[in-house]
């Protein structure tokens, strides 16, 4: 498997921005979103199994941030309202064959990672 993910940039507070994933290959897998701000560990974001029967969302962008894929066109999109500052990471999507693991030990296939910077 492999994933591109890509639609970062500079936003400013407030803004929303959408990111997306693409797989190749097998896609019946767990999809992930992972952020990495600088001199910090990676944290999740949030998840979603093949069925997106239960998203998991990570309570610090709960209510702002919103997970969905489109299984056709294998592809997962992480939705970014409201986004703050402290939201600033290089945000990487990732592929796992367990539901819904919130661990990135536990996720076998990861993109290159798309930069967000959000301006105050």
């Known amino acids: 498997v492999q994933l591109q993910a890509s639609g970062g940039g500079l936003v400013q507070a407030g803004d929303s921005l959408r990111l997306s994933c693409a797989a190749s290959g097998r896609s019946t897998y767990t999809m992930g979103w992972f952020r990495q701000a600088p001199g910090k560990e990676r944290e999740f974001v949030g998840s979603?199994?093949?069925?997106?029967?239960?998203?998991d969302i990570a309570d610090s962008v709960k209510g702002r941030f919103t997970i969905s894929r489109d299984n056709a066109k294998n592809t997962m999109y992480l939705q970014m309202n409201s986004l703050k500052p402290e939201d600033t990471a290089v945000y990487y999507c990732?592929?796992?064959?367990?539901?819904?693991?919130?661990?990135?030990?536990?996720?076998?296939?990861w993109g290159q990672g798309t930069q967000v910077t959000v301006s105050s």
């Open positions: 990732a592929a796992s064959t367990l539901w819904n693991s919130r661990s990135s030990d536990e996720y076998d296939y």
């Open positions: 979603i199994p093949w069925l997106s029967t239960i998203i």
